[in-house]
């Protein structure tokens, strides 16, 4: 009997393996694969016209934080690498930031809605995903160029005497990251608060808590799961995004994902390329482990 069992165990678990074997081929040559072939060509050296030259080497690994010297060989801290890692780290929490600002109370104001007025609402908010990024980037900038609508507006005013430079800004990058990346943050946290349960509102009333004070203790703890859900949503596309710091930049604003693309175009320095994209995926992997700590953590004490 034991040995039957064994068997039957056995034969269930070769079916399994085989149903699931051509995801789990599609997932090796779709993502692991490539992953291996970057993480080798980041210790080999740059090939003299392009593509890499396999001589082992940690150049391009020191090359992320470091510049050598020409002469002497020391390392000294390179400023470029750390001012583009550094803008699109801070760009990257400034739109996450302003996306929770904007899109918390609009998550708000559509879960209070009745459910017709709802989905009238969400569809609302999904209309921009119907258009390409790059249209809307291009919208983006005709808003904020100095022969723009918002310069010409305060033109015709007389609020300025001068169009203001908005554009090839830091502020016009983060304004064209939090237009694109908004609907990500509204749709989870919507969807944390459309399961409030009213009656704890009506409750805190009841029992005279302000408005502030039912916020910050009942709504914003409910909502934590579709808050950080939408964090990570919107700082991980916002950190590795070449589109919008291009357009709305103009080449001088590069963030991480252009300076990515730099080195396996015109700078043709595969080496390095593989390990700035490497660094980047470790900033999404930090990001992604603070997100599933704090999931696990709100688990437990909701549990």
Known sequence: MASLESVRLKTECRRRWLLI????????????????????YSFLTPGPTGGVSFTPSFEAWTRVLFDRDLFDDTLTLSGTNLEILLRSLLLSLATTFLCLLVGFPTAYFIATRNPLNQEVWLLLVTVPFW????????????????????????????????PIQMLFTNFAICLGLVYVYLPLMILPVYASLERLDRNLLEAASDLYARPFKVLWEIIVPLAQ?????????????????????????????????????????????WPFGSALSLTLMGIVMVALLVYVRHGDTHGHEHG
């Not at 789990?24 to 040559?29: D, E, F, R």
């Not at 980037?137 to 918002?150: M, P, S």
């Not at 590069?254 to 396996?264: A, P, S, T, V």
């Open 131 to 162: 258009t390409n990024l790059l249209i809307r980037t291009f919208a983006i900038q005709d808003l904020i160029r100095n022969e723009g609508i918002i310069n010409t507006l305060l033109l015709k005013a007389g609020l300025i005497s001068e």
């Open 225 to 269: 799961p579709g808050i950080i859900a939408g964090s990570i949503l919107v700082f991980i596309p916002a950190i590795g995004t070449y589109v919008t710091p291009i357009l709305l930049g103009g080449g001088r604003k590069l963030m991480i994902g252009n300076y990515i693309e730099l080195q396996f175009g015109q700078g043709r320095d």
């Open 21 to 40: 074997s051509p995801a789990m081929l599609v997932v090796i040559i779709g993502a692991i694969a490539p992953l291996l072939v970057i993480v080798i």
